[in-house]
């Protein structure tokens, strides 16, 4: 183990991502400088992190809106164009790393319109768009792991686009979402893509876990803090029997890249617990970290990496399981709870940032007496 805590998490096998995005980072070379020296090699979005970036940098998107409202673009045209050009310029930022890790790293999300998150076919026309307007090899298009997305992700990964599943809470649907990319990769090869190009992570929520079953069981139960890292380390078991498939093998063979899973909530929501937890804790290879910028400095300061924390824990996550379960924990009603409250925050922060977007060509419109 060396001083540098984030080369030792790197060399351990996990990727690390940066999930922020916004246009002072990318102009300011923030992002740049993250990669060169903190080995970040990916980062994600998510509406929410739209939302604040242009809600609260305003100034950095000021000539971008101003030209828009200028051509009497309409809002959704609007948010695609500001949204996308930060992913692309991203992409392009890591396009050395994607090049280095033969397309494994290197990679950027956006995710579709949440408010799509119930419908498959829009879903997967918003997917197309977006991989269209971006244009860059190393983008990853979000889809939320609903019900009504499983499909779409299986025709996204057909089309041969590459693709970050997001808002991943259980482990029942986390096996839905491996049938849904194993479907998808058999499709495209049966499409005459080249499977080796077509990427795909798998993002399992973590720290929300923790949050919703404290809550239920009480400030005093010693099992607080006991079911987010549990249930992350039953996922990737489950992620470890599906590639030892005879099914995967054969993908494999034809140049099929592995779903990486990754971690996904990883800033510790509970001040009592370590603010490194969800990244020492959940320390295998082959899998990615995605961090806001205050856990990234942490693990860089102070997360100690001590080997593989989850491969020889699969036992005693089924245990920590099982215990909160006879305490009464309804996991299920958890998990499902988690996903919609998920759908919900994301619509929330997509509807408020069409307000923003809203208020200022309005306001640019008025300024250039439009």
């Known amino acids: ?18 999930d922020d995005l916004d246009r002072s980072r990318l102009s300011g070379g923030g992002l740049a400088a993250l990669v060169a020296g903190s080995h970040v090699v990916g980062v994600t979005t998510n509406p929410s992190i739209f939302e604040k970036a242009i809600v609260s940098g305003a100034a950095a998107y000021a000539d971008q809106v101003h030209d828009l409202a200028i051509r009497g673009v309409d809002l959704g045209e609007a948010v695609r164009a500001m949204t996308t050009y930060d992913v692309r310029w991203a992409c392009d930022v890591l396009a050395p790393v994607y090049e280095h890790s033969g397309g494994v790293d290197g990679r950027v999300s ?3 319109d949440p408010r799509l998150s119930a419908d498959t076919e829009a879903t997967v026309a918003e ?10 090899p190393n983008l990853l298009v979000k889809i939320p792991a609903t019900i009504e997305g499983l499909p779409a992700i299986t025709e996204v990964l057909a089309a041969g686009i590459s693709v970050n599943i997001t808002l991943i809470f259980s482990v029942e649907r986390y096996r839905g979402v491996l049938d849904a990319w194993l479907a998808g990769l058999e499709k495209a090869q049966a499409n005459g893509h080249d499977l080796a190009t077509i990427e795909s992570v798998a993002s399992f929520f973590v720290s929300r876990v923790d949050s919703e079953v404290d809550k239920r069981l009480g400030p005093d139960s010693p099992l607080c803090g006991t079911a987010a890292i549990a249930n992350a380390r039953i996922a990737h078991e489950a992620f470890a029997q599906v590639i030892a498939s005879d099914r ?6 034809a140049g099929a890249h592995v779903q990486r899973p990754l971690w996904a909530s990883t800033g510790v929501k509970d001040p009592a617990y370590s603010d490194t937890r969800y990244v020492i804790d959940l320390v295998t290879a082959d899998t990615v970290n995605t961090m806001p910028e205050a856990t990234l400095d942490a693990v860089r300061d102070h997360g100690a990496v001590q080997g593989d924390t989850v491969v020889p824990e699969y036992a005693a996550a089924h245990a920590a399981l099982d215990a909160l379960t006879a305490a009464g924990i309804d996991l299920d009603d958890v998990l499902q709870v988690l996903e919609d409250e998920g759908v919900d925050k994301f619509v929330q922060s997509w509807n408020q940032l069409l307000e923003a977007v809203t208020t200022a060509l309005a306001e640019a419109r008025a300024a250039a007496g439009r």
């Open 248 to 253: 995967w093998t054969a993908l494999a063979a």
């Open 110 to 112: 956006i995710e579709v």
């Open 1 to 18: 183990m060396s001083a540098d805590h984030l080369a030792d998490l790197s060399a351990a096998g996990v990727s690390i991502w940066l």
């Open 127 to 136: 997917a197309k768009a977006l991989h269209w307007s971006v244009d860059r």
